[in-house]
């Protein structure tokens, strides 16, 4: 038994896949216990009764065909044309496409290198310094993933079997405070020079609609499919899907029909990546639930922490860290399971852990040293990562500020919530 438990260690060391070594640890618990292995199949078998599971690969299909089209270049030019008048403009610019990028994308990385070449060369002929642009991309880069239909959000409802409507609304305010909170930050830091008058162009703005035109409703049919009544998220993620794929294929013609296997095989590269690891982690969750461990470590917890409020404290501290060493996907199906349990047990809501957490993590992406979005900027914009953790401090003192106003503050994430949900 201690070499199975050695040669698991060596695996992680090692940097063996992570499903490999979740389900390697779920596998030797059960036959610790003299439990049949086998259960460890059933477990992951239980993953086909999830009917919202059935959204995640339809979002990832769709964010990563608008990762690979024209649709960035489109979204900044239209928002140039509506809001680059405005002091701050560009800056103001940068934060709302990213954020909308994000949101439907899913992965902070894809916005970076989709859009940081973009940025970054117009933001410094703009008058911006390179420390704040650098700052504000590599910030930006996970900036949505608050805002529907987040991947994030919809596989932490899965897991902690949460409304995801719900988790979407939950996450529309704390996400456009912290969006305002960097935006004023970026005003503030805007070049000084004379502001120069710009009249407004219809033609330009006619221009830019036309541009976009058909890739300005999707976010109407997802909200408001879901929030009329007309669709379930499955449904959403289905239509939203086809009816990207119809846009960029056949009428942008961004993308090749020969593009398309290459893209389906991307897209479910990531989202098989994302169920073996859910799978083999619900595996290994049942195990510790049967055993009472998230029960056990509550009562320990409980004999040093009896107020709430120092709970989620050390919560985000201890969130803060595994979201700077691990993607957001693996941390939420590792550590949302043990937390849930115990998370009750200090009467927190659930949605509001939602919302919690994936700022937790979403802070991590630029938390150094280990931040991944640090060392992506770092490799995209070809800077030592040391000029990044520089670069990105002032954009996260901000982000620190609206995760403490998120946590101590809930009915910033349940206001929508009560008033709709």
Same mark, same amino acid.
């Given at each position: 038994?201690?070499?199975?438990?050695?040669?698991?260690?060596?695996?992680?060391?090692?940097?063996?896949?992570?499903?490999?070594?979740?389900?390697?640890?779920?596998?030797?618990?059960?036959?610790?216990?003299?439990?049949?292995?086998?259960?460890?199949?059933?477990?992951?078998?239980?993953?086909?009764?999830?009917?919202?599971?059935? #959204?995640?690969?339809?979002?990832?299909?769709?964010?990563?065909?608008?990762?690979?089209?024209?649709?960035?270049?489109?979204?900044?030019?239209?928002? *140039?044309?509506?809001?680059?008048?405005?002091?701050?403009?560009?800056?103001?610019?940068?934060?709302?496409?990213?954020?909308?990028?994000?949101?439907?994308?899913?992965?902070?990385?894809?916005?970076?290198?989709?859009?940081?070449?973009?940025?970054?060369?117009?933001?410094?002929?703009?008058?911006?310094?390179?420390?704040?642009?650098?700052?504000?991309?590599?910030?930006?880069?996970?900036?949505?993933?608050?805002?529907?239909?987040?991947?994030?959000? +919809?596989?932490?409802?899965?897991?902690?079997?949460?409304?995801?409507?719900?988790?979407?609304?939950?996450? +529309?305010?704390?996400?456009?405070?912290?969006?305002?909170?960097?935006?004023?930050?970026?005003? %503030?830091?805007?070049?000084?020079?004379?502001?120069?008058?710009?009249?407004? *162009?219809?033609?330009?703005?006619?221009?830019?609609?036309?541009?976009?035109?058909?890739?300005?409703?999707?976010?109407?049919?997802?909200? $408001?499919?879901?929030?009329?009544?007309?669709?379930?998220?499955?449904?959403?993620? #289905?239509?939203? #899907?086809?009816?990207?794929?119809?846009?960029?294929?056949?009428?942008?013609?961004?993308?090749?029909?020969?593009?398309?296997?290459?893209?389906?095989?991307?897209?479910?590269?990531?989202?098989?990546?994302?169920?073996?690891?859910?799978?083999?982690?619900?595996?290994?969750?049942?195990?510790?639930?049967?055993?009472?461990?998230?029960?056990?470590?509550?009562?320990?917890?409980?004999?040093?922490?009896?107020?709430?409020?120092?709970?989620?404290?050390?919560?985000?501290?201890?969130?803060?860290?595994?979201?700077?060493?691990?993607?957001?996907?693996?941390?939420?199906?590792?550590?949302?399971?043990?937390?849930?349990?115990?998370?009750?047990?200090?009467?927190? *809501?659930?949605?509001?852990?939602?919302?919690?957490?994936?700022?937790?993590?979403?802070? $991590?992406?630029?938390?150094?040293?280990?931040?991944? *979005?640090?060392?992506?900027?770092?490799?995209?914009?070809?800077?030592?990562?040391?000029?990044?953790?520089?670069?990105?401090?002032?954009?996260?003192?901000?982000?620190?500020?609206?995760?403490?106003?998120?946590? %101590?503050?809930?009915?910033?994430?349940?206001?929508?919530?009560?008033?709709?949900?």
């Amino acid at each position: 038994m201690n070499i199975l438990k050695g040669v698991i260690l060596g695996l992680a060391l090692l940097g063996s896949p992570l499903f490999i070594v979740i389900s390697a640890v779920a596998l030797l618990s059960f036959y610790s216990v003299d439990i049949d292995i086998s259960v460890v199949i059933i477990e992951m078998s239980r993953l086909i009764d999830t009917p919202l599971l059935l #959204a995640l690969p339809l979002f990832i299909f769709a964010g990563t065909i608008l990762s690979d089209s024209g649709t960035p270049k489109r979204l900044l030019g239209l928002s *140039n044309v509506l809001l680059g008048w405005l002091p701050g403009g560009l800056a103001l610019i940068a934060l709302i496409v990213c954020a909308v990028f994000t949101a439907f994308t899913g992965a902070s990385g894809v916005t970076i290198f989709a859009l940081g070449g973009l940025l970054l060369p117009a933001l410094l002929k703009d008058g911006y310094t390179e420390k704040f642009s650098l700052g504000l991309i590599t910030s930006s880069g996970s900036l949505g993933l608050l805002f529907p239909p987040s991947l994030p959000l +919809i596989l932490y409802g899965v897991i902690a079997e949460v409304r995801i409507d719900h988790l979407f609304l939950a996450g +529309i305010l704390p996400g456009i405070l912290m969006l305002l909170l960097l935006v004023a930050y970026s005003v %503030y830091r805007s070049p000084s020079r004379k502001v120069q008058e710009r009249q407004i *162009n219809g033609k330009q703005i006619l221009a830019a609609l036309r541009e976009t035109v058909w890739e300005l409703p999707l976010p109407f049919i997802v909200l $408001g499919g879901i929030y009329g009544g007309f669709l379930v998220a499955g449904e959403a993620a #289905a239509i939203t #899907a086809l009816y990207v794929l119809v846009v960029e294929v056949f009428i942008y013609r961004d993308i090749k029909l020969q593009q398309l296997p290459g893209i389906m095989v991307k897209s479910m590269m990531l989202f098989g990546g994302i169920l073996v690891i859910l799978a083999a982690s619900m595996a290994t969750t049942n195990f510790l639930v049967d055993q009472e461990v998230p029960m056990r470590l509550f009562e320990f917890i409980r004999n040093y922490i009896s107020s709430k409020y120092t709970f989620l404290l050390l919560l985000n501290i201890f969130l803060l860290v595994v979201g700077s060493m691990l993607d957001i996907f693996s941390a939420l199906v590792l550590i949302v399971p043990l937390i849930v349990p115990i998370a009750r047990g200090y009467e927190v *809501n659930l949605i509001h852990l939602g919302i919690i957490f994936l700022t937790n993590l979403q802070i $991590g992406y630029c938390t150094p040293p280990v931040g991944l *979005n640090l060392f992506l900027a770092s490799y995209r914009f070809e800077r030592p990562v040391i000029q990044l953790y520089s670069a990105t401090l002032p954009f996260l003192a901000l982000l620190m500020l609206t995760l403490v106003i998120i946590t %101590y503050f809930p009915l910033l994430s349940l206001f929508l919530v009560q008033l709709l949900g």
